[in-house]
């Protein structure tokens, strides 16, 4: 089962509160794929979503793209890839990969695109389109039934301090 959801964000605070209030729904285990060219916003939203899992000082959420892994201590464990410079699916799994995917914490893969072959069959993929200088169009594809309610439980959240944008 595969659903997707979209959403239009103006900026980078509103991109920030969609992070937040996704965190608010993950789970022990998650594994979410972000998609989107260079300069798109995936560390941003990589950083909105440690904050909303509660980690002590977001200016240490950065792309590990040398390092290609960062771990960081939150409400849930982050596992924060970036596949970037990676030449192949193999090199990926050579990280290590498939063992954070079983583990507790929630595993963000940047440039997801790039090793789907490692990717577990359940997962959730952010798909990150610029539509202008700080306008962004997220698409949320849900892979799987715990992924599914996730989505569900994503949309119908609702907070008076922050409303998903449109």
Known sequence: MVEMIQFDVADEDETAKLG???ADVLFPGAVIGLVGQLGAGKTRL???IAEGLGIADSRAVSSPT???IQEYRARLPIYHFDAYRLHSEAEFFDLGAHEYFQGKGVCLVEWADRVMGCMPAERLVVHIQVTGPSSRRFAI???GE???KLITKFQGARSASEELPR
């Open 20 to 22: 937040r209030r996704l």
């Open 146 to 148: 715990r992924y599914h």
């Open 46 to 48: 990589v950083r909105a």
């Open 66 to 68: 040398f390092v290609l």
């Open 141 to 143: 594809e849900a892979f």
